[in-house]
């Protein structure tokens, strides 16, 4: 069995700031591992977190991201004497309910100085008697096949902003071998469709003729609008984001 990657090197407590580089560790950066990736929680010890809420962590280079079910924290970091430090995190101003808003302070207070160790896909956090484990978010939550899924449509965007899907209303594409099945919100069918390289090329869509009231003609506006041509698609986990330039959609797996 593989030993267990310490981040940085063994030792005491930190007094580098977060712009100072970390110590170095055997064998590489004491980064090594973390870049490119996210993690989310699976178990704690020492404190419970609210209930439905989940710490997410990623790290990009010298920066980090957090989330803990309310706000987003993001700000440079580094690793010194195998703690991680991360003292100038910026964050959004969301209002949430109290324990949601405590569990972001105390997240925030957890990633200045805790012991950071990487062993796999597995990352532990442990700082004044709290030990955070999460593990590899593609491990955890694994990104969601296109074809076979059913994904069933949350956001419609436009000109670099998403808007909200009217209440009540439901659009589903279904991907298939050459075909996507459609319910447009209204109206139902499909087309055909080559999947390649991220990219998705639709023929047309056929649709049945039915009349609904305007909301629902609204959302199949914005969805056949979108499924034309060439369309740049991504899947992170169970999020499925259509990209035609301008204008998309933004889908989530069906449960």
Not at 135 to 159: K, M, Y
Not at 185 to 195: F, L, P, Q
Not at 198 to 218: D, N, Q, R, Y
């Amino acid at each position: 069995m593989a030993a267990a990657l310490l981040v940085g090197a063994c030792g005491g407590g930190s007094s580098a700031s977060p712009q100072a580089p970390a110590s170095p560790a055997p064998g590489g950066s004491p980064r090594a591992g973390l870049d490119d990736r996210t993690f989310l929680s699976t178990a704690i010890e020492g404190r419970a977190l609210v209930a439905g809420s989940r710490v997410r962590l990623s790290f990009q280079g010298d920066r980090l991201g957090a989330s803990a079910g309310c706000n987003s924290m993001s700000g440079s970091y580094a690793i010194d004497g195998g703690r991680l430090v991360a003292r100038q995190l910026a964050t959004t101003e969301m209002g949430c309910e109290a324990p949601l808003m405590e569990q972001d302070q105390w997240l925030g207070s957890l990633l200045d100085g805790a012991t950071i160790t990487l062993d796999g896909d597995t990352l532990s956090l442990a700082k004044d008697g709290v030990r955070l484990t999460l593990l590899d978010r593609e491990v955890a939550d694994p990104d969601r096949p296109l074809i076979g899924t059913r994904w069933i449509l949350d956001g419609l965007i436009s000109g670099g902003s998403v808007s909200s899907v009217a209440a009540g209303v439901t659009a589903v594409l279904t991907f298939s071998n050459g075909r996507v099945d459609v319910e447009a919100g209204c109206n139902t069918g499909g087309g055909t469709v080559e999947i390649a390289d991220g990219l998705i090329t639709f023929g047309p869509i056929a649709l049945t003729k039915m009349a609904c009231v305007a909301e629902m003609m609204a959302v199949e506006r914005a969805v056949t609008g979108a499924l034309s041509g060439q369309v740049r698609y991504t899947i992170q986990a169970g999020a499925l984001t259509l990209d035609a330039g301008g204008k998309g959609l933004t889908l989530r797996a069906a449960p």
